[in-house]
């Protein structure tokens, strides 16, 4: 060692020990690890920490773990497209599920950007605010028994739109339903038939908060004779021809939770009715509000909107866990603190449609495996005005007036996936 660097290794030091004196002076002390994890920091990269029963309404999924984040104080634009996606196939879920498959399972999917609760052009941006890593901590302070149990990938809000899957023709083969033996029927209006000539979400296993709402020219002819011909409509609807409003009253709100979840439904949906003839007789009488039970196989819905939707996350376990949300506070505590109760278009804005996940800092417990979660998704306007219904007999006709009302499966909702390429791209 040279007496340069003997001279400059004494410098560092003095400036060290002056430095250190300094801090001691100002009154600043060292802290230990238990007290540094109380302590959030600002800059690019955050991290936190929260504990599973600190925040508003604690279950028994929350309580047993410690939540440490790490993320981003920034925004990220993502724009992609994936032939396939595949997350958690086989395992124990084959047993929960009651069929062999994937947690999560979609083809041909497009994160791109909105317009409105539509696509945005191609190569649109999907925008994830704050974008961050969570891990669920178990046994956190016991050293030789903690544990990691989960881990979350997600982001305080997220804007865009995602696109799934394809719609097949007469005479086009469907080269992703080819397993499920349904084949394309172009002419039907409901059944499998209807499915033949979808792909999309095969598998889901999340929490969807969904916002829906269609409008649908129904065609039927009761016992043969009597014809029905008439539009309705459930949820909030921004077309003319139906009488659905478009405000948060008219709003219908369903949440979904499940592992691998194949279908999207709506028990006792009630539909108001407008038209000519026997329709006209029923707004007479009062009785042109009608009920359905639909239920849609998640092929045939080929995009779902993210407006800024808060708590947008993927995330693997091997437990059932219940993440913090991301503000720390309950949905219905922050639409009151932005002043939006009564007015945002969500089920926690609303008194007669909140359900108890609004009431709590945790997001809806996530299944084993993994989960994709979404409070606040939105499927609205869907539109049809060409819905076959055939022969109705006297009792389809009675059950279509009360609750659950008259069965719809497998409807076909005309719903067309986006397009998310041009030019020389080839992946639509």
Known sequence: ?????????SLFLVLATTKVSALNQSGLVELEESELRTVSGQGLFVADMVRGDELANPNAYSTPFNFYRVGMDGEMQLNLN????????????????????????????????????????????????????????????????????????GAATVDGFMATGRRYYQGVANEENTGFGSACNPGAFTGSGVVGCHSGLNTVSGFLGTDLSLS???????????????????????????????????SIFVDLAGTRMQSLGLRAAELQLNGDGVVSFLEFIGLNDVYAQLNADARTVHGLAFENTG???????????????????????????????????DACATTNQATPRCASGYAVPANTGWWMNAPSAKLVDVYNDNM??????????????GAPGFPIVNPELNFHRAQNCYGSSTFC
């Not at 958690?88 to 909105?114: F, Q, T, W």
């Not at 076959?388 to 007036?401: F, K, P, Q, T």
């Open 1 to 9: 060692m040279n007496k340069k660097t003997i001279k400059t290794l």
């Open 82 to 153: 994936m032939t396939k996606l595949q997350l958690g196939c086989g395992g124990v879920n084959d047993l929960l599920s009651g069929h062999a498959g994937c947690d999560i399972d979609i083809d041909y999917v497009s994160m791109m950007g909105r317009n409105g609760y539509k696509p945005g052009e191609p190569q649109s941006p999907v925008i994830l605010d704050r974008p961050y890593m969570e891990f669920a901590i178990k046994n956190d302070d016991t050293r030789t028994m903690r544990e990691v149990v989960g881990i979350k990938i």
């Open 216 to 250: 649908m020219r129904v065609k039927a002819a009761v016992i043969g004779i009597v014809p029905l011909d008439a539009w309705g409509c459930t949820g909030r609807t921004t077309t003319t021809v139906d009488l659905c409003g478009t405000s948060q009253s008219d």
């Open 311 to 345: 708590d947008f996350f993927l995330s693997f376990q091997r437990e059932p866990v219940a993440y913090p949300r991301y503000s720390k506070i309950s949905p219905t505590q922050e639409y009151a603190d932005a002043g939006l109760m009564g007015v945002a278009l």
């Open 388 to 401: 076959e219904l055939g022969s109705l007999s006297i009792g389809d006709a009675v059950s279509l007036l």
